[in-house]
């Protein structure tokens, strides 16, 4: 990477192997530090090509890239064959390097290819959405669908280097915008009250001033670094990151991928506050208070989530990986940066719970 300027934002502990997360001035400079390697093959969304072409051109060599559709469809299990048998006709070896210049799906494709190709690849990682930069690029997990289940299928196989410029946040739609904002949101509330209260000062400013999306992507992979590397296998403290997401999983899945990833996490963190309100573990008021200051950040999905079948998002979340029993493992809030995992009763209490918040609180 001689040349190449950048700056060490954060180093992530792994049992595994550690890891940089590096910050570029641009998405060009990201990519071009991927020929520090001999080999590199490339895993890229096609959107990020049509809008970045000519900066991949000058990292990727001619045949090394597949490029793919970043959907939940091209997620599945059943899709993945495809890939895997294009990168070995293609050449890759276990001695060569796996990159990709994605957002959150194709990262988790990316991720579980090279924890099972070879039984191991290395890979690098250039994350081109919100979400992925300020969340999912650390963390180590990959999470794949089968059938109509959700993430049912995954690893947990950290990169060798994420490289991030934040530049190429400026291309993004602003359902992305707001989608990757969710993963923010939800960290901060876990993190206290001051810095939750901070961002939503800042969030009305972003899209006039792209510069505080940089800010607070640092200031989330900060907040989730501790999680990951105290709870590196998602056995304990680092379930509470999942705060929201036993709903809008569900949420996602019963609207067919309706709603981008983020927002259906705001949406299951109202839900779930909403339910902790309803066991009498947080005042009705700290649930109000977000409802009010979230709503510009999942309006108008409300409505579509209205409109999916209540069925299916009960069946969504009974099959979610988290549950034992008769009992929804929730993590549910006594308030700021007050989280916990606990048992809600499924059709005793979860279920009217959720009935209620959809058809009056939305």
């Not at 190449?4 to 934002?9: A, M, T």
């Not at 105290?230 to 036993?246: A, C, I, P």
């Not at 549950?323 to 995992?341: A, H, S």
Request: hydrophobic share 40%.
């Amino acid at each position: 990477m001689a040349g190449i300027p950048f700056s060490s934002l954060l180093t992530i502990k792994s049992r595994s192997h550690d890891y940089a997360v590096e910050s570029y001035p641009d998405f060009g400079a990201a990519t071009a530090s991927c020929l520090n390697h001999d080999r590199p093959h490339w895993l890229i969304d096609s959107r990020v090509h049509e809008l970045h072409g000519p900066a991949l051109t000058l990292a990727v060599l001619p045949g090394r890239a597949v490029m793919v559709e970043a959907s939940e469809e091209r997620k599945s299990f059943e899709a993945l064959t495809p890939i895997f048998l294009e990168l070995l006709q293609r050449g890759l070896k276990r001695d060569g390097c796996w990159w990709w210049s994605v957002g959150g799906v194709l990262q988790d494709i990316g991720c579980f290819i090279a924890s099972v190709l070879f039984r191991g690849l290395r890979w690098e990682l250039v994350p081109t959405t919100l979400l992925a930069q300020a969340d999912s690029c650390i963390g180590s997990k990959s999470s794949i669908n089968i059938g109509p289940y959700k993430n049912q299928i995954g690893t947990f196989y950290p990169p060798h280097r994420v490289a991030l410029a934040t530049s190429v946040l400026a291309t993004l739609p602003w359902d992305e915008i707001r989608s990757g904002l969710g993963e923010v949101i939800k960290l901060q509330l876990l993190h206290g009250e001051a810095g939750f209260r901070e961002l939503m000062a800042d969030l009305p400013s972003v899209r006039d001033r792209p510069e505080l999306l940089g800010k607070w992507v640092g200031r989330s992979l900060a907040v989730k670094q501790p999680y990951i590397e105290e709870d590196e296998f998602d056995r304990g403290r680092r379930n509470l990151l999942n705060y929201g997401h036993t709903f809008g999983h569900a949420y996602e899945s019963a609207t067919q991928f309706a709603i981008p990833h983020g927002i259906a996490v705001v949406l299951g963190l109202l839900t779930a506050t909403f339910v902790s309100a309803r066991v009498g573990i947080v005042p009705r008021e700290h649930y109000l208070e977000l409802k009010g200051l979230l709503a510009p950040w999942h309006e108008p999905y409300g409505q579509t989530l209205k409109g999916a079948p209540i069925e299916k998002i009960f069946q969504a979340i009974k099959h979610d990986k988290k549950n034992t029993g008769e009992v929804v493992n929730c993590i549910l809030t006594r308030g700021f940066g007050q989280m916990e995992k606990r048992p809600v009763p499924f059709e005793e209490v979860l279920m009217p719970a959720v009935r209620e918040f959809i058809a009056k609180e939305l």
